[in-house]
């Protein structure tokens, strides 16, 4: 069973920064971890995703250069993966949720077999 829990989430001014964190345990080894958001009246999207096995890491158009995916796999029992976000802005609002895909690259969240519960982001202007 795999289990995925975020945190980190919180009201920002725009310009400031929030690290966001995501422990996955269980069944987890095979797995990449990606980043997603979800406003209110949105969609779900993509937001950045890092493959252990190849080093690779995605982001979305509107978020490189701001945000920074990294991964610590130190302790097996607990994989962390962590969403630095610098310079945010009002549009970057939504629920961030973690998720793990067997997928080689992808952006599509239908690829993501399971999720956390989600950690809210707010930056007002």
């Known amino acids: 069973q795999v289990q995925l829990v975020e945190t980190g989430g919180g009201l920002v001014q725009a310009g400031g920064s929030l690290r966001l964190s995501c422990a996955a345990s269980?069944?987890?080894?095979?797995?990449?971890t990606g980043w997603f958001r979800q406003a209110p009246g949105k969609e779900r999207e993509f937001v950045a995703a890092?493959?252990?096995?190849?080093?690779?890491?995605?982001?979305?158009e509107s978020v490189k250069g701001r945000f920074t995916i990294s991964r610590d796999d130190s302790d097996n029992a607990k994989n962390m993966v962590y969403l630095q976000m610098n310079g945010l802005k009002p549009e970057d609002t939504g629920v961030y949720f973690c998720?793990?895909?067997?997928?080689?690259?992808?952006?599509?969240?239908?690829?993501?077999?399971?999720w956390g519960q989600g950690t809210q982001v707010t930056v007002s202007s």
């Open positions: 998720a793990l895909t067997r997928s080689a690259s992808s952006r599509w969240s239908v690829d993501y077999a399971h």
């Open positions: 269980g069944r987890t080894f095979g797995y990449a």
């Open positions: 890092a493959w252990r096995s190849s080093g690779v890491t995605l982001y979305a």
